[in-house]
Antibody
Framework: QVQLQESGPGLVKPSETLSLTCTVS??????????WNWIRQPPGKGLEWIGY???????NYNPSLKSRISISVDTSKNQISLKLSSVTAADTAVYYC????????????WGQGTLVTVSS | EIVLTQSPGTLSLSPGERATLSCRAS???????LAWYQQKPGQAPRLLIY???SRATGIPDRFSGSGSGTDFTLTISRLEPEDFAVYYC??????????FGQGTKLEIK
């Protein structure tokens, strides 16, 4: 079955750029039926959708984060990537990558998540 | 942006009891685009229900979803010990955009 695994630095300094990669196995990011999403969860809080990338490279971002986000896809490596610039402590969260249904909007499966802490 | 409000914030019940969790939207949501997730401590969310009513693969039939328009419900017919967790509703709207409710914590009484 499809599995997703996030990777990247666990600590980022304020004002710098957070960069994460999600590697997909057991399936292809080139499947036309899905969007590939990033979702985050601050410690002890709820879930926030960040944005998605389609295999074609088209993207859609949460308006509240749009000015700082870039999500891309590498079909040759079966990976998606997230870059979030000018981070502050408010960006400290567990970051999840997840597959999303284009037609019905649900998210499944999810990666295990990776905690990113913004601190000097 | 559609805001989803879940109630109650915390629900205290005993194993074997019935749980009813509510999700109210600030404007009408298509039933096709309403989902529920379960999250246990230290784990990623797991899809339970999609399209308001349909159980995801491998989800026991004690979980059921209902509702339409602005009011949706997740029901767990008879609570098992492993069902105590946080539950989130989520909608998929135009643009497209996705929003989650703030969650309901289901705890053991």
């Amino acid at each position: 079955q499809v599995q997703l695994q996030e990777s990247g630095p666990g600590l980022v300094k304020p004002s710098e750029t957070l960069s994460l990669t999600c590697t997909v196995s057991g399936g292809s990011v080139s499947s036309g039926s899905y969007y590939w999403n990033w979702i985050r969860q601050p410690p002890g809080k709820g879930l926030e959708w960040i944005g998605y990338v389609y295999y074609s490279g088209s993207t859609n971002y949460n308006p509240s984060l749009k000015s700082r986000i870039s999500i891309s896809v590498d079909t040759s490596k079966n990976q998606i990537s997230l870059k979030l610039s000018s981070v502050t402590a408010a960006d400290t969260a567990v970051y999840y990558c997840t597959r999303g249904s284009r037609q019905r909007g649900w998210f499944d499966p999810w990666g295990q998540g990776t905690l990113v802490t913004v601190s000097s | 942006e559609i805001v989803l409000t879940q109630s109650p914030g915390t629900l205290s019940l005993s194993p074997g009891e019935r749980a009813t969790l509510s999700c109210r939207a600030s404007e009408s949501v298509s039933s096709s685009y309403l989902a529920w997730y379960q999250q246990k401590p230290g784990q990623a969310p797991r899809l339970l229900i999609y399209g308001a009513f349909s159980r995801a693969t491998g989800i026991p039939d004690r979980f059921s979803g209902s509702g339409s328009g602005t009011d949706f419900t997740l029901t767990i017919s008879r609570l098992e010990p492993e069902d105590f967790a946080v539950y989130y509703c989520q909608q998929y709207g135009s643009s497209p955009q996705y929003t989650f409710g703030q969650g309901t914590k289901l705890e053991i009484k």
